[in-house]
C-alpha cells in the first residue's frame, strides 16, 4: 500500500513535470512599415499567435491546460483603449443595481450648466 501510494506520487509529479516540453511551431515577422505577426506552439498543447502594428494595436490569442485540467482560451486586442482580453475564464463583474441605472439616466436626462470659473 505505501509502495503504491509512493509510485502515484511519483506518477502525479512526472505528469505535472513539462519541463522536457518543445516547441513544435514557430513562425515571426517583423515588417519594415511597423507591421508584426507571430505564432508559435508546444509539444505541451500551448498555443499563441499575435499579429499588429508596434507600439499602436495588437490582437492575439492563447490556449493551454490549467493546472486543474480546465482548457483556457484567451483572445485580446490592444489599443488606444487598453488592453482588452476575452475568455470564458475570466470574472465578469456583478451587474449594475437598477438604482444607480436610474439614478444615471436621471443625470443624463437632466443636464446641468458647466461653471465656469473665473482666472
Known amino acids: 500500500s505505501l509502495l503504491f501510494g509512493a509510485l502515484c506520487l511519483v506518477a502525479c509529479c512526472y505528469a505535472a ?14 515588417n519594415e512599415d511597423g507591421t508584426y505577426g507571430y505564432e508559435y506552439g508546444t509539444s ?25 485540467g480546465q482548457p483556457i482560451q484567451l483572445e485580446y486586442t490592444a489599443d488606444q483603449n487598453g488592453y482588452q482580453p476575452k475568455g470564458d475564464h475570466l470574472p465578469t463583474p456583478p451587474p449594475i443595481p437598477d438604482y444607480i ?15 465656469q470659473l473665473k482666472k
Open 17 to 30: 513535470d513539462e519541463s522536457d516540453a518543445v516547441v513544435t511551431k514557430y513562425t515571426s515577422q517583423i
Open 44 to 68: 505541451n498543447n500551448i498555443q499563441a499567435q499575435e499579429s499588429g502594428v508596434g507600439g499602436a494595436y495588437a490582437q492575439g490569442s492563447f490556449a493551454y491546460t490549467a493546472p486543474d
Open 101 to 115: 441605472l436610474r439614478a444615471l439616466q436621471y443625470i443624463e436626462s437632466h443636464p446641468f450648466p458647466r461653471i
